[in-house]
């Protein structure tokens, strides 16, 4: 058994996480897949009509990651009581502006050592989004170097934001027009990126910051902010294996103008 007083048990230990998150984000877009399945089809017709060895095969991979998994719950650590406290409007408001001004000040940070997307980028990209945008997009890769947790998150945390992102250990951050790569860029984490800058020019800094803010609170899971949901599904559509095309652009304002945010 890995123990933390071992350093090279404290490497492996990082690579472990790296590869449980990586396992985690493929678990999240198949699960937004299926997600949209089910509201697109009803079970009678996915039964029926669907291929019977593609149905048989995801119901055993569905199967067999839940008894994986579900072995794993039993054995994690109970964490110490923690007390949730529910945040007030006030303190609501006030991480708004926490998040738009931590979103403002990483463009600024990280803009000059920024560099446009390749062409051969905007071409990968261009069926998917506006061109003027993808010439907009600045892309900063940290190498290893990783963005630091903004000072704010400790207050927050102290005022009941349980739970929040781990921003060294993302993979990719957006700052409003400018993605950061906390190791190296991947063109799925680029196209999720690449969706949250499409969701901040629809809906305007502020209300993201917001729309980001109140989603976190419903279920204080990173991955459950629809904003967030939104970015994972339409990447996974990008990554499969015969990529569809579609207009982020059109997704966003549609999910905006439905209050699916
Ligand atoms: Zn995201």
């Not at 493929?26 to 079970?43: D, F, I, K």
């Not at 001004?101 to 905007?122: D, F, K, T």
């Not at 010439?135 to 400790?154: D, H, Q």
Request: with cysteine.
């Amino acid at each position: 058994m890995y123990s933390y007083e071992n350093p090279e048990d404290r490497v492996l230990i990082v690579q472990m996480n790296s590869e449980l998150r990586h396992a985690q984000l493929e678990l999240l877009s198949a699960h937004c897949a299926t997600h949209q399945l089910g509201l697109h089809y009803s079970a009678d017709d996915l039964a029926r009509f669907g291929r019977r060895d593609v149905l048989r095969k995801s119901a055993e991979a569905a199967s067999a990651l839940n008894e994986f998994y579900s072995s794993l719950e039993k054995h994690i650590p109970e964490p110490a009581a923690t007390h949730c406290p529910v945040p007030t409007e006030e303190q609501i408001a006030q991480a708004v502006q926490w998040l738009s001004s931590c979103l403002r000040n990483g463009r600024e940070r990280y803009l000059p050592q920024s560099h446009a997307l390749s062409s051969q980028q905007i071409a990968t990209f261009s069926p998917y989004f506006p061109e003027p945008l993808l010439k907009c997009i600045r892309i900063a890769e940290l190498n290893g170097a990783r963005v630091p947790e903004p000072e704010f998150v400790a207050q927050a945390r102290a005022m009941g934001f349980t739970n929040l992102p781990d921003l060294p250990h993302m993979e990719s951050l957006t700052f409003i027009d400018l993605v950061v790569f906390n190791e190296r860029l991947t063109e799925r984490a680029l196209f999720h990126s690449l969706v949250h800058s499409v969701q901040i020019q629809a809906v305007g800094l502020e209300r993201y910051a917001e729309l980001w803010v109140r989603g976190f609170l419903r279920t204080r899971a990173h991955f459950t902010v629809r904003l967030e949901v939104h970015a994972f599904s339409l990447a996974s559509r990008f990554a499969r294996p015969v990529p569809e095309r579609f207009s982020v652009e059109d997704e966003v304002l549609r999910w905006a103008a439905d209050e699916r945010y």
